[in-house]
């Protein structure tokens, strides 16, 4: 979706022009806004509301509604643009204004005069329709986004979490996180360009779909304020087999642990967790225009067993074992806690809720073409496997899941393509941030390429 900012300067006269009509108006009723509660009814003389509009040529403007309710469909609010006026049209620079999108009730918290205006953007479906489910990519091993139902064309491999993966060699899945809500080109900063894992549904309310990203290039040691970092190993032999997906050729590397002298496999304990998900960090400050749609999520930090992980050879069972049904829990005799003498899991081991994590190792396994989720990760290194397999770089890289047998490894991708496990604090491999991204988060514009990569809506609170 494009915005053209000349329908905005067009706007502003329109916006003075009725708050000085309908202020006068209001002002001789006497009320205080913070008073009125009016269960979806739009009082013209209190509020001003402006519809998004599609025009022709693909761009977007705002126009009046005169409408008496506030739109309960198809539209969500724009708390940037939204705002107030005082008795002089001056705009109170103070966030008093409030709209509850559920159930659509406008507040503004205040003991003065005050008239507002209201902007709502059209809704985006959360998944771009264009992308779902086609089957002569998938075929070919191209990327597309396959809906995992477990009853569609891959339903015995599928998931089954309702959730939309990307899938195949290289799909149009970039996102750019500049802060630039309208731009159609490149995203300027390879810092900020990140692609969609998939959407999906929240555990608390499955009809809501969240938005899960991973950093497209490799995170580097300026980004994290660490000094003197290692060299993550790159495998260019296979090369040829797949259209290049990162730009980085020198990849910096960190221990998963984030320091040699901490051996055990516990990501809470891990500094290059903290490092990542620390609020002042450099890392989520330079993300800061995002903040308040990155979900504070729960991660499952407590992966399973090496065989259980690696040598299923459905990618299904894989996934049950470490995401679903038959995931860990603190009754599970094969998780170990090094921390209490080997004794079964604590709930510290096998969860996590924070802003940042890192891809699962299924999730890994689930962006290659479906036909060959029937292979098992520990032999994810054939050509097919690796060329038809957005996530694979050719760089050792580390995952978020641990085999949960072993107090001191964590599973990686290897530089052919396969995944198995490697000691948290021996060695220094790639990292990708993923976020999550809440569910009402909507895509402006862009088409997913790397050219003109999505880019996100900033009004959500």
Same mark, same amino acid.
């Given at each position: 979706m494009k915005f053209n900012n000349r329908y905005l300067l067009l706007l502003i006269p329109m916006v003075l022009t009725i708050v000085i009509i309908n202020y006068m108006s209001f002002d001789k009723k006497d009320t205080k806004l913070y008073d009125v509660k009016l269960r979806n009814i739009v009082d013209k003389n209190m509020f001003a509301m402006y519809l998004e509009k599609k025009q022709e040529d693909g761009t977007s403007t705002y126009v009046v509604d005169e409408g008496s309710t506030w739109p309960e469909e198809g539209y969500t609010f724009n708390k940037t643009m939204s705002g107030c006026i005082d008795g002089d049209g001056n705009k109170i620079e103070e966030e008093i204004l409030t709209y509850d999108e559920e159930t659509h009730i406008a507040t503004?918290?205040?003991?003065?005069?005050?008239?507002?205006?209201?902007?709502?953007?059209?809704?985006?479906?959360?998944?771009?329709?264009?992308?779902?489910?086609?089957?002569?990519?998938?075929?070919?091993?191209?990327?597309?986004?396959?809906?995992?139902?477990?009853?569609?064309?891959?339903?015995?491999?599928?998931?089954?979490?309702?959730?939309y993966r990307f899938s195949g060699n290289n799909p149009n899945n970039y996102v750019c996180l500049d802060g630039n809500t309208s731009g159609d080109g490149e995203c300027e900063d390879i810092t900020k360009l990140y692609r969609v894992i998939g959407w999906f549904p929240e555990e608390n309310d499955p009809s809501k779909y969240r938005m899960k990203i991973i950093k497209s290039e490799y995170i580097t040691s300026a980004e994290l304020e660490i000094s003197s970092p290692g060299k993550a190993s790159k495998d260019t032999s296979y090369t040829t087999e797949y259209t290049s997906r990162v730009e980085s050729t020198d990849v910096d590397g960190f221990y998963w642990s984030g320091d040699s002298s901490i051996e055990w496999n516990n990501w809470r304990e891990s500094t290059l967790n903290k490092t990542l998900n620390s609020e002042s960090g450099k890392y989520l400050t330079s993300l800061s225009a995002y903040t308040?749609?990155?979900?504070?999520?729960?991660? $499952?930090?407590?992966?399973?067993?090496? !065989?259980?992980? #690696?040598?299923? =050879? @459905?990618?299904? +069972?894989? $996934?049950?074992?470490?995401?679903?049904? !038959?995931?860990? #829990?603190?009754? =599970? @005799?094969?998780? +170990?806690?090094?921390?209490?003498?080997?004794?079964?899991?604590?709930?510290?081991?096998?969860?996590?809720?924070?802003?940042?994590?890192?891809?699962?190792?299924?999730?890994?396994?689930?962006?290659?073409?479906?036909k060959n989720w029937g292979t098992?990760?520990?032999?994810y290194d054939k050509k097919a496997n690796r060329s038809e397999n957005w996530l694979y770089n050719g760089v050792n890289e580390w995952t978020l899941s641990r085999p949960a047998d072993i107090t001191y490894a964590a599973f990686y991708v290897y530089s052919s393509g396969y995944v198995y496990d490697h000691a948290v604090s021996d060695v220094r491999l790639g990292v990708r941030p993923v976020l999550v991204l809440k569910s009402e988060t909507t895509i402006k514009s862009g088409d997913g390429s790397k050219g003109s990569p999505w880019r996100i809506n900033l009004q959500s609170s």
């Open positions: 503004v918290d205040t003991g003065i005069t005050a008239y507002c205006y209201l902007y709502f953007d059209i809704k985006e479906a959360f998944v771009p329709d264009m992308y779902v489910s086609d089957e002569e990519k998938l075929s070919t091993g191209d990327g597309y986004l396959v809906y995992h139902d477990g009853e569609g064309t891959y339903a015995a491999n599928e998931a089954g979490d309702k959730s308040n749609i990155i979900e504070n999520t729960k991660w $499952y930090i407590g992966g399973n067993t090496l !065989n259980n992980i #690696t040598k299923q =050879s @459905s990618m299904k +069972t894989a $996934y049950d074992n470490e995401l679903g049904a !038959n995931k860990l #829990t603190t009754s =599970s @005799s094969q998780c +170990t806690d090094n921390s209490t003498s080997k004794v079964p899991c604590t709930d510290a081991l096998l969860y996590q809720t924070s802003k940042v994590g890192l891809m699962y190792a299924t999730e890994y396994g689930y962006a290659s073409a479906p098992q990760l520990y032999s």
